[in-house]
């Protein structure tokens, strides 16, 4: 892992974050010339997180108990599984999933991307990967010149995927489903982690995804109901 020496942390409202996780800013930039210090992967991890978090929600903070719970089990599975085999470095192999569901502007996406940001300062490493389900069929429809499979599998096998949006189109086609089932069955499977939102209401989702998607979600992932209504129309009046 490359070594990042500390640097200005202004304006990345980062101090929640670490307190979040009982840390300290000291903590995040301890200068001890480690590449593999907690310190220094939190440093890597919280980089390139930031590099996939839209400036949109580059500040955001999860506020949900059940985000932090499910934080902390990942951690927790990840720092057992370094201690039963060795290496230099915690990094996040399997655990739970979320569902958040909850109606457009509740709060889902903000929620998530503050949960990835918290993540990454814990010092533990996650390899993520971040789409919305929208973008994934396009990323996956067949076209000349691109290999569908091969960017199916930058999802499939990320450590941890956070898929935003699942169920938003009206219309499933058997295209939508088939990527819908290849994708969560193999995560069910392996036990990969993997945060979902959807704005599509509990008792319509097996509708939306199919039933072999809704029972393998319902064994994978903790629901979370996120109550309220629309942030964005309550900002604008
Ligand atoms: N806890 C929060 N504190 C401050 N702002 C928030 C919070 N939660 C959400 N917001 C803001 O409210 C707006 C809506 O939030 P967000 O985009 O997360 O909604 P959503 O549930 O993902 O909606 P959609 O279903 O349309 O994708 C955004 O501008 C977001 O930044
Ligand atoms: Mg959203």
């Not at 932090?68 to 599984?81: F, M, N, P, Q």
């Not at 940001?117 to 996956?140: F, I, K, M, N, P």
């Amino acid at each position: 892992m490359q070594y990042i020496p500390p640097a200005n942390l202004r304006g990345h409202d980062i101090e929640p974050l670490l307190a979040a996780r009982g840390l300290t800013a000291d903590w995040f930039n301890l200068h001890d010339f480690d590449p593999h210090s907690t310190a220094n992967v939190a440093r890597n991890a919280y980089a390139e997180t930031m590099a996939k978090v839209p400036f949109h929600y580059r500040t955001a903070v999860a506020s949900l108990p059940q985000l932090r719970t499910w934080i902390d089990g990942l951690v927790a599975v990840a720092r057992e599984k370094q201690a039963e085999r060795g290496g230099p470095i915690a990094s996040i192999i399997n655990g739970p999933s979320l569902l958040l569901l909850g109606v457009c502007g509740v709060g889902k996406t903000h929620e998530a991307y503050g949960a990835m940001r918290e993540l990454a300062v814990s010092g533990v490493y996650a390899q993520w990967q971040v789409t919305t389900a929208a973008d994934l069929y396009a990323a996956l429809r067949p076209r000349y010149g691109v290999d569908s499979e091969a960017e199916f599998r930058k999802y499939r096998d990320a450590r941890l995927l956070f898929v935003d949006d699942l169920g938003a189109e009206r219309k499933p086609t058997e295209f939508t489903e088939e990527v819908n089932f290849r994708l969560i069955n193999h995560r069910y499977e392996h036990h990969m982690p993997t945060l979902l939102t959807s704005n599509v209401e509990p008792k319509q989702l097996a509708e939306r995804l199919g039933d072999r998607v809704t029972s393998r979600l319902a064994e994978m992932c903790e629901r979370i109901p996120m109550k309220g209504n629309d942030r964005r129309r309550r900002a604008a009046a």
